[in-house]
T-cell receptor
């Protein structure tokens, strides 16, 4: 009963390093999302993929890139990490519009 | 634009009822959701309500929707210490992409 799986769970980077966060879902969902969660700011959408082969910017896309590798997997890449990207990153997926999103357990990323 | 507002903090005594409130702006939202986030974990879907409903009850949880005032509330009866968490309200918005708009989250503290 895996649902949405994110790896790694924790990571510490130095400023300027690159990193790819992985997300996979086993529910055959069409849509996948990447959020960041910062204290007092709720969840902010970084990028989303409404279906395999498509990606779109969310509210805070600067400094990030994404790849929808196949229907199961949606990765988030930081090309040159900055301290402002220290956050908890969540991946989510859902089947179709207006269906609940299912979340992974998050990746806690610190950039020094 | 689309916006969801919640109060940031609520403290109750064990056994009391808790009421967490949320206001949203997009009257075209089809569904409104409540998620629960325990420390160090992802978001877990608690319940959701279709926009043509006024109320939904699920065991200790009661959701009330006032479409005229764009106000959503979550009532937890007989609140337990295990209910201590952050509760997020979310609306589906007018987009057809499956995106959700989240509030900032309300931290519920339950005192023994």
């Amino acid at each position: 009963n895996a649902g949405v799986t994110q790896t790694p769970k924790f990571q510490v980077l130095k400023t300027g390093q690159s990193m790819t966060l992985q997300c996979a879902q086993d529910m055959n969902h069409n849509s996948m999302y990447w959020y960041r969660q910062d204290p007092g700011m709720g969840l902010r959408l970084i990028y989303y993929s409404a279906s395999e082969g498509t990606t779109d910017k969310g509210e805070v896309p600067n400094g990030y890139n994404v790849s929808r590798l196949n229907k199961r997997e949606f990765s988030l890449r930081l090309e040159s990490a900055a301290p402002s990207q220290t956050s908890v990153y969540f991946c989510a997926s859902n089947e179709v519009n207006n269906q609940p999103q299912h979340f992974g357990d998050g990746t806690r990323l610190s950039i020094l | 634009g689309e916006d969801v507002e919640q109060s940031l903090f609520l403290s109750v005594r064990e056994g009391d009822s808790s009421v967490i409130n949320c206001t949203y702006t997009d009257s075209s939202s089809t569904y409104l959701y409540w998620y629960k986030q325990e420390p160090g974990a992802g978001l877990q879907l608690l319940t959701y309500i279709f926009s043509n409903m006024d109320m939904k009850q699920d065991q200790r949880l009661t959701v009330l929707l006032n479409k005229k005032d764009k106000h959503l509330s979550l009532r937890i009866a007989d609140t337990q210490t295990g209910d201590s968490a952050i509760y997020f309200c979310a609306e589906s918005g007018s987009s057809n992409t499956g995106k959700l708009i989240f509030g900032q989250g309300t931290t519920l503290q339950v005192k023994p």
